[in-house]
Every structure is written in structure tokens, then in C-alpha cells.
T-cell receptor
Framework: AQKITQTQPGMFVQEKEAVTLDCTYDTSDQSYGLFWYKQPSSGEMIFLIYQGSYDEQNATEGRYSLNFQKARKSANLVISASQLGDSAMYFCAMREGSNYQLIWGAGTKLIIKP | EPEVTQTPSHQVTQMGQEVILRCVPISNHLYFYWYRQILGQKVEFLVSFYNNEISEKSEIFDDQFSVERPDGSNFTLKIRSTKLEDSAMYFC?????????????FGPGTRLTVT
């Protein structure tokens, strides 16, 4: 079974609109972390935001927020007021408390239209 | 702002040759990682390294691969007898500590092309 599922292979969004990128996860660990990374066409992997399994509040970092619904095992990334520079691949990843590795989803390609 | 660096940015090698990919993690970080991303596919974990030992490795990380921290700053991935299917982007990452809360910072990657 997939541990991280990103169901949207691609999305088109109008500039300045908010966008939600979906991520669901599967783990039996009580302690885990969820991460979102951005990969522009240049190829580098940029850390955006982190949510811990014990965090009671949703994480926020500037225009990025994470809609964490633990019972549903979802950790959706919300980008407010999208910009042309937000066009990129976005990856959801999980780290289980018992391991060191990040487990990755397949990614969502986000294209912002002017 | 400190960052992870990787060299070379692109390496082309012939099948069967050995390659060494180099990384300089962020200086106060203690945990180091290698991941790879075959074009158009998911990112895959290869290995994590702490205190001069492998702390975790994936099924991909077989005898063809090895890692080393030859000095206080470099972290290397050696791939022996490269195969066509080793062509991928290889990312090095580092984190301050091993617990979940610490994010892994990634280098810009080395694109390996095996011909």
C-alpha cells in the first residue's frame, strides 16, 4: 500500500487564487512528521513546511499553510494568493518516528496561469 | 544562509564505470542522507548516515553503493560498475538531528547520466 498518496498529478490555477494540494498518508506510528517540498523546473528540492503528528495547530509559513486532519490522515498544502513563481512540482513526504528516511508521494505539478 | 552543496552538477559516465558524487552538508548538521529521483518518478531514499555509520538504508542501496565521510566536511556516494538504470538525479540532504521534527535540507542535486 502507498504510504503517501497525492491524487492530483497536475493542476492549473489562476494567479492570485488560493490552491490546495492534496496529500493523504498511511502509518501506524504515533510519532511522525509530514513535509512539503517544492521542486522548480531547475530541479532543486526546497523545503516549505512541516507538521508534526503531535502538533495541535496547523502549521503556517508565510503564504503556505498545512491543513492537517489527523483522523482522516490528510495533510493538504494550501498556498494563498498564488504567484507565477509558484509553478513547480510539489511533493508531500512523511517521516515515521522509527525511521530516518523521508517517504515521498508522486508529486503534483502546479501551473499558475497569468 | 547555509546550504548543502553538491558536485558535480552533471556527470556523464559509461556503463560499468565507477562514479563518486560529492556533497558538503550544512556545517552544524549531524545526519546525512542520499536520495535519488529517476526522471519523472518519485524520490527514493537510499541511505542515511550518522556518526560515521550507516543508520538506515533502503533495498536499492546494495553492494553497488557505498557512502563515506572522508573528512569533516564532505559526504560522498560511490556507485561501482554503473548501469543504465542508475541514471537519475541524486540528492544529498542533511539535518541537524535525527528526530522527526528536524527537516532535511537538500542540495541542488547531481544529474547522473549513464551511457
Amino acid at each position: 500500500a502507498q504510504k503517501i498518496t497525492q491524487t492530483q498529478p497536475g493542476m492549473f490555477v489562476q494567479e492570485k487564487e488560493a490552491v490546495t494540494l492534496d496529500c493523504t498518508y498511511d502509518t501506524s506510528d504515533q510519532s511522525y512528521g509530514l513535509f512539503w517540498y517544492k521542486q522548480p523546473s531547475s530541479g532543486e528540492m526546497i523545503f516549505l513546511i512541516y507538521q508534526g503528528s503531535y502538533d495541535e495547530q496547523n502549521a503556517t509559513e508565510g503564504r503556505y499553510s498545512l491543513n492537517f486532519q489527523k483522523a482522516r490522515k490528510s495533510a493538504n498544502l494550501v498556498i494563498s494568493a498564488s504567484q507565477l513563481g509558484d509553478s513547480a512540482m510539489y511533493f508531500c513526504a512523511m517521516r515515521e518516528g522509527s525511521n530516518y528516511q523521508l517517504i515521498w508521494g508522486a508529486g503534483t505539478k502546479l501551473i499558475i496561469k497569468p | 544562509e547555509p546550504e548543502v552543496t553538491q558536485t558535480p552538477s552533471h556527470q556523464v559516465t559509461q556503463m560499468g564505470q565507477e562514479v563518486i558524487l560529492r556533497c558538503v552538508p550544512i556545517s552544524n548538521h549531524l545526519y546525512f542522507y542520499w536520495y535519488r529521483q529517476i526522471l519523472g518518478q518519485k524520490v527514493e531514499f537510499l541511505v542515511s548516515f550518522y556518526n560515521n555509520e550507516i543508520s538506515e538504508k533502503s533495498e536499492i542501496f546494495d553492494d553497488q553503493f557505498s557512502v563515506e565521510r572522508p573528512d569533516g566536511s564532505n559526504f560522498t556516494l560511490k556507485i561501482r560498475s554503473t548501469k543504465l538504470e542508475d541514471s537519475a538525479m541524486y540528492f544529498c540532504a542533511s539535518s541537524r538531528a535525527g528526530v522527526v521534527v528536524y527537516e532535511q535540507y537538500f542540495g541542488p542535486g547531481t544529474r547522473l547520466t549513464v551511457t
